[in-house]
């Protein structure tokens, strides 16, 4: 049986070798999502809303290979991340920060297999944060993107130089939110090799007639 891997399938997105900002297009995406607000390494809503996303994940997984004969690698752990001040994510005032977590899906998992993993999750595992996953979809489309490989707490000047100088340099404006790929466990992998792709929806700034 061969098995999706969103890692294999879209490299320029979960495998780029670019450390510093470079233009991607990025397409159509199916996710499971769990929203939450404030510092992801003291809040226990983070801790419940990751947890939640693997339980369904890999209930997801499971039935789909018993009812469709069909599998797939479970997608790493992504983020949304925004902010009234995007500064703050250069500042690393991180209780001031919002998040959307994410795991990728195939195109062919289906709503409704979703809701039957929830259901399922849920029962098995008592958690009450999987009953809030939510099913969303996400379409980037132009982007700024870079691999980070360091801790999580250096990507600042990374988001300074996209902020200050390669937007403008290159007539770009921000046109989403800020996303974030994360390819390394950090319960396995020292932060200094941690890999993390950084990403950014941009737009041509517009031109005076």
């Not at 005032?93 to 959307?100: G, H, L, N, T």
């Not at 259901?119 to 870079?146: F, M, N, W």
């Amino acid at each position: 049986m061969d098995r999706y891997d969103v890692k294999r399938d879209l490299k320029q997105l979960y495998a780029p070798k670019n450390t510093d900002w470079a233009l991607v297009d990025v397409p159509p995406q199916r996710f499971i999502a769990a929203d939450g607000k404030g510092d992801p390494n003291t809040s226990d809503d983070y801790a419940r809303a990751v947890q939640a996303l693997y339980s369904v994940a890999y209930t997801a997984k499971f039935a789909a290979k018993r009812t469709l004969g069909r599998d797939f690698v479970v997608a790493p752990l992504e983020g949304l991340w925004w902010a009234d001040d995007p500064r703050v994510f250069i500042t690393r005032d991180k209780d001031a920060w919002q998040w959307r977590m994410l795991i990728a899906l195939p195109d062919w998992i289906t709503d409704a297999l979703v809701e039957d993993a929830k259901d399922a999750a849920l029962k098995k595992k008592g958690l009450p944060a999987i009953a809030d996953v939510l099913r969303v979809d996400l379409h980037e489309g132009t982007s700024a993107q870079l691999l980070h490989i360091g801790p999580y707490d250096d990507e600042g000047p990374s988001l300074a130089r996209l902020h200050d100088t390669y937007l403008a340099a290159n007539g770009l404006r921000m046109s989403g939110i800020h996303h974030e790929v994360y390819l390394s466990d950090p319960r396995r992998t020292a932060p200094a090799r941690l890999k993390t792709v950084l990403r950014q929806p941009v737009a041509p700034v517009a031109q005076d007639p």
